[in-house]
């Protein structure tokens, strides 16, 4: 049995390799599980760099379950969540490979389109860098990904109130 410390050396090893196994030609069985994934415990929300925005995902869970990912689909970074033991967090910055993954599982998306939907159009205003006003675009884009999040919550609260 591999140790979870080893489990994390080996995806950091092979993200340094170059090994990136290409979203494009997971089966629809992968697609489908992996948006269930992030439709439950996915989020996809924005950072800041300068002076424009980006879009981010992270996987979070108290579980093998975001080191399964990472080992399957081998895109980014998995690193220990400080302070919760046990909790791993899996991370796509990097913007192509978030295009590609987000592309691959948008549309087996049931929670999260609109926000991946988003994301993909901030990433296009970013990549292409071609129309006038992108920085103010993806800011905009940015602030609609935070009250969408802001609504789920709010919404998810209601629900147990109930």
């Known amino acids: 049995m591999v140790s979870e410390d080893k489990k994390l050396e ?3 090893a092979r993200k340094f ?17 992996i948006a269930g994934a992030v439709d439950s415990d996915g989020t996809i929300s924005s950072s ?9 995902f992270e996987f979070k869970g108290c579980s093998k379950l975001p080191i399964v990912l990472a080992e399957e689909f081998g895109i980014s970074t998995v690193r220990k969540v400080p302070k919760e033991p046990g909790c791993f967090a899996w991370n796509i910055t990097d913007q192509k490979e978030l295009l590609k993954f987000l592309l691959s599982i948008e549309p087996y998306l049931r929670l999260k389109k609109n926000e991946a939907n988003i994301a993909l159009r901030m990433l296009e205003l970013l990549i292409a860098k071609s129309e006038k006003n992108w920085k103010e675009e993806t800011t905009k884009l940015s602030k609609r990904l935070s009250e969408i999040k802001e609504n789920r919550r709010n919404e998810a609260i209601e629900q147990w109130k109930k």
Do not use: F, M, V
């Open 17 to 33: 390799t170059g090994e990136k196994p290409n979203p494009q030609l997971w089966s629809e069985c992968d697609k489908a599980y």
């Open 10 to 12: 080996l995806i950091r």
């Open 48 to 56: 800041s760099r300068k002076n424009y925005r980006y879009p981010i």
